[in-house]
């Protein structure tokens, strides 16, 4: 018989989680900004951004031509604002609870989340970049001022990027998993 694991949470006192020191007093307490400045922080915060960046190309140019390019857009869009949302949330449980930390990212969701969030965006911006290749570089290379196939090409890019930096989290994330601080 396995002995079952404990998980116990570090409690702190207020000067320890962090905020915002304003002259000789400490504000917002309950903020944990200190975690923007770790490794897994970091790695949030670009996923958020790059997230965010695709998502916003993706609806600003090519919401009207999402009928030309069909399920790859749709399959893009989709994976881009699961993955958003859920790594946006995860971000803010980090930033307003320090509890949040260990308990999650010492749990089995943070490593499942991280591999299928990165070979859901690998495989939808690869059949959005075939497809981007395909039907739209022809009517870039005859329609002047043409800018969805640019876009695109960019939002796959950058969601293959992206996708590339969830895989490093997802090992990173097994690695706290199973017991390894550093």
Known sequence: MRPSRVISV???NTQ??????CCCCRCCSCLNLGFLKTGPGRLKLVEVLLG???QSLALQFDAKYAGTIGLSFQSFTTN???CFLTTFLLLVCY???SKSIHLIKSSLFEVLFNTLASLTYLGSCSFLGYVV???LEPVYAIT?????YPAMSTA???GSILGLIYAYDAYKSYRFFKGYRH
């Open 10 to 12: 570090p409690v702190h």
């Open 16 to 21: 320890s989680l962090g905020g915002i020191g």
């Open 52 to 54: 965010s960046f695709c």
């Open 80 to 82: 881009v604002a699961w």
């Open 95 to 97: 930033i307003f609870s």
């Open 133 to 135: 290749n395909v039907v």
């Open 144 to 148: 002047p001022q043409y800018q969805v």
């Open 156 to 158: 796959y890019m950058t």
